[in-house]
Each structure stands twice: as C-alpha cells, then as structure tokens.
C-alpha cells in the first residue's frame, strides 16, 4: 500500500553515526510487571536473557507504557498519541473494528518510507476491517498491512478472546472453505458445543471467560468453524517466535523493523510442555520464563547473522502485572514473596505506578553503554518520534502529536527524558517531576479524592498528600486539564 501523506511529513536527515541505519525491533509482552524480571529483583523466577538486555544495554527505572491495560497502550506506540486523543480506543472485543486511521502515520509506516522492511508478529489487539463487521472467511483489511506493516502474523485480539486462529497478511491461517469461521460476541451460535463441565477444563475459568470453549479452554465470546484453523495454546510462543525469527532472517541484508508482541504472560496462561514447573509459581512464573525464552531466540538470531551490533532492541510491556484475571491458574496461591510489579502499588487496571510503570530496556552496541541504568522518564508514546529521528527521517510537527523525541536519553546520551507522564488507568493521570496525582472521582456508587504523592519519597504511593499541598493540586489539575482538553471522535478508518 502506498501513503500518501508520507513525502511531506518525511524530510531527508542524515543517519546517526552507523554504517547503514539500525535495525529497530520492539519485544513488547503483555502483562509483564516491573517485578517480573530477576533484573528488576525477581528472585522466584529467572529471566537470564531479559538480563541480558540489561546487561549489555540500559534498563530504566522509569519506563512506562501510556495505560494499565493493553489496547490503548498499543494504540499509542504505533500512533505517538495518547489513547485518550481518540474515542473507542478503550479494550477492544475480538470483532473490532481497526482503531488506527489508515490516513494518518504510524510509527511502522514511518519507518517503511525510510526504508525498513516491516513486521508485526504476535498479539495486535488494534482492531480488523471496518465498522461493518468481519468475514473472517475472506481477507480481512484494513489490518496492520494497511498501516504500514510490509507483513504480519498476528492473533487477532488476545488469547482468551475468539476467533483462535492466526492470520498472515490479513487471511486466516489453514482455513478449510468447507468449515466457516463464524464469531458472536453478543450470542451463542447455532451449531457451537455446549459448555464443557469443569473437569473437562484444561483451565477452570470465571463466566465471564467461559462463554466459548476452544481446547478445552473458555474464552471471551462465541466462535463455531475453523477447525482445522485454531490455535494450539501450547505451541502459540513457538509459532509466533519462528515466524519473528524467520522475519529477522529473510530481512538481514537491508534495514528492518520487528514489532514482535508475544502473547506471555497474558491469560489463559497455557505454557509449552518443556516450560511446565520451570518456576515454583505456576503457568504464570512458567509463562515468564517462556517469554524469556523467546527473547533469548531473537537475540541467538541476530548473534548468528551478526547483526547484534546493529540492532536497536528494545524490551517494555503493554502494561502493568496481573495476577488472577478470570482463570483459576493458581496464580495466587504460588505467588509467595514474589512482588510482580516490584517497588510499585497497583497493577494493570489501576492509576497506580504499577499500572503503568513496566520494565523498559534498550540495548545498541557501540550506542548504549552497557550495564547502565537510567532515572529518565521515558514513555512508549515517544517511540515514534524517537525511532524515526533514529532511521534518519524527520517527522513533521503535527505527525505524532504526544509523541517527544527522547532519543538521548533512550539511548543512555542523557540522565534527562520528559518532564511529565501521563498514564490512562480508570482516569487520566499525570506524573510531573516527582509528583504524581491522582483526580479525584465523582458519583454516589464510587468517589474518590484528589490524590498526590511525592514519589522521591514515598515510591509505594502510600500517603496521599492532597490536603496539605493544595497548590500543587491545582496547579497539577490544570496542566492536566490543559493536557485532556483535546479530544476527538473516532476517526475513519479506510475499508480496503
């Protein structure tokens, strides 16, 4: 697909200081707390190749992705704007419209007029098609090709949500003409198999991830057809890894952007047979240990082709940890002294730092120094800018509206980032030096007071300060207003 608007965005810079420009790849997981990674303290699990990263690179100690919760945190890494910008950008159902206007420049499309071959592999939760529904059954656009993707392997929305097929280049992977996908989100369908009794569940789920049953698995929604076409959820990290692997390989001699989003640790927490018991926690410690694996994959790859030393990785996640969420996978009880977002209160779903505040790594030989860490607020909004000022390609103002080039300090040149972060939890928060507030909340059901913390002093959020600092509330509550005030409808998104 060709775009349009690139050539007067894009204006020629010169490359930073490498032979040809860097190969970018983002290993972006789901679920994955602060604490989750034995760089970051963990000590019930070991993550020998996330440490790696740290190791040879730079770990931040403030490093956030924009929301506790997944979509929208996806929305502004590709997109440089905060969720908030845009209705219907909240968590998204399986049948999803695309929520990324195919008119406008993404960080993939931005790297592609720059050269780079594109690719996203793993989990896209952006949405598919247009507003009119999906035939899951036909190629299904606009999609990630439509936005800047040269290729693309991708669950459609996440695990436990239907359809459980793998799609490439927009079509469904193994679909058999004579066994239909059909989906429903608001009903059974006729034809799909009864609910399975719970000793005939490979995980014990709550109802709400019990509407649909495939493997044995309940999931959010209904689905009959494709049979020859779903997902084993054993061998889902081994499928999307070779197919980042073999991306990383069939791209070697000229630039090339990975967005490899793997499923781990998110529920149905269903891990490979070699990665059962690895870790005294249960499928979720399991699953950390698997989505560790698959970072040691991409890593032995870009090692093998010697393309390391020219090769921007960087490692973050969509949001903040989650333990038990719907599935009773013994998460809880096997947790013992583990802390999965770390130092941080809250996790995903809250406004808390834990919500918001992920592990973030970045690594560049020759760039980055190594076994460096860094205090710099760095947010994943400001990849987009960032990386593009790294290929060599200067965006226009007004591309990436929340987006702030943090190259620098990303690559460890600067101790300083932003000055400010906003999170989306519940609600908009702000960050801004190390005050962090928390708006107060309204209603008769749930109200909440203003709420401010000095995180140079009290990290864990454990005492609000609102009543005793009214003017840094005010002046917080209106940069904050200030920040929020823009916000718009749902933009087209151009059916193809």
């Not at 968590?91 to 419209?97: K, M, R």
């Not at 005939?200 to 929604?221: E, L, T």
């Not at 989003?261 to 070699?274: E, K, T």
């Not at 030096?433 to 990290?459: C, H, M, N, R, V």
Request: overall charge positive; hydrophobic content about 35%.
């Amino acid at each position: 697909m060709k775009f349009p608007f690139l050539p007067a965005l894009l204006l020629a810079s010169a490359p930073l200081a490498h032979a040809a420009p860097p190969n970018v790849v983002i290993l972006y997981a789901d679920d994955l707390g602060y604490g989750d990674i034995s760089c970051n303290g963990a000590t019930a699990v070991r993550t020998p190749n996330i440490d790696r990263l740290a190791k040879e690179g730079l770990k931040f100690r403030a490093g956030y992705a924009t929301a506790s919760t997944c979509t929208p945190s996806r929305f502004s890494l590709m997109t440089g704007k905060y969720p908030f910008r845009q209705n219907g950008t909240g968590i998204l159902p399986g049948d999803a419209a695309l929520i990324i206007p195919t008119g406008q420049p993404t960080l993939p499309s931005v790297l592609k007029a720059a050269g780079y071959r594109t690719a996203a592999v793993g989990k896209w939760h952006l949405g598919l098609g247009g507003k009119g529904g999906i035939d899951w059954n036909k190629p299904v656009s606009p999609g990630p090709n439509q936005v800047g993707f040269d290729h693309s392997f991708i669950m459609p929305a996440t695990a436990d949500r239907v359809p459980c097929v793998y799609m490439e280049d927009g079509r469904v992977v193994g679909l058999d003409p004579a066994d239909p996908i059909k989906v429903s989100y608001r009903h059974r369908l006729e034809g799909e198999a009864p609910p399975l009794e719970k000793d005939q569940r490979k995980v014990q789920s709550d109802p709400q991830h019990s509407m649909g049953f495939v493997n044995g698995v309940g999931r959010i929604g209904h689905m009959t057809g494709g049979t020859k076409a779903l997902w084993k959820d054993e061998d889902m990290s081994a499928t999307f890894c070779k197919q980042a692997v073999d991306f990383i390989r069939a791209s070697k001699d000229k630039p090339f952007f990975l967005y490899y989003a793997c499923h781990n640790i998110h529920v149905p927490r269903v891990p490979g047979p070699q990665f059962v018991g690895k870790t005294s926690m249960g499928p979720r410690g399991d699953s950390i240990v698997e989505a560790d694996w698959q970072v040691g994959e991409v890593l032995r790859v870009l090692d093998e082709l010697k393309l390391a030393d020219n090769t921007l990785v960087i490692l973050s996640s969509d949001n903040g940890p989650v333990v038990n969420d719907g599935y009773l996978d013994q998460s809880v009880v096997k947790l013992g002294d583990h802390k999965p977002a770390g130092p941080w209160r809250g996790g995903k779903y809250s406004n808390y730092e834990g919500g918001t505040r992920v592990p973030f790594l970045v690594r560049l030989p020759g760039r980055v120094k190594p076994g460096t860490t860094s205090d710099a607020m760095v947010s994943q909004v400001d990849l987009a800018r960032s990386l593009a000022k790294l290929a060599g390609a200067s965006v226009a103002a007004d591309a990436f509206p929340d987006s702030k080039d943090v190259l620098p300090a990303l690559l460890g040149e600067s101790p300083t980032g932003r000055e400010e972060i906003v999170g989306l939890g519940s609600q908009v928060t702000l960050r801004r030096g190390s005050w962090k507030y928390i708006p107060a909340t309204g209603g008769k059901k749930a109200s909440t007071p203003d709420q401010l913390y000095d995180l140079a002093t009290d990290p864990g959020e454990k005492t609000n300060l609102a009543a005793t600092k009214p003017e840094e509330i005010k002046q917080l509550a209106a940069r904050l207003k200030e920040i929020t005030s823009k916000v718009t409808p749902r933009e087209p998104v151009t059916e193809e």
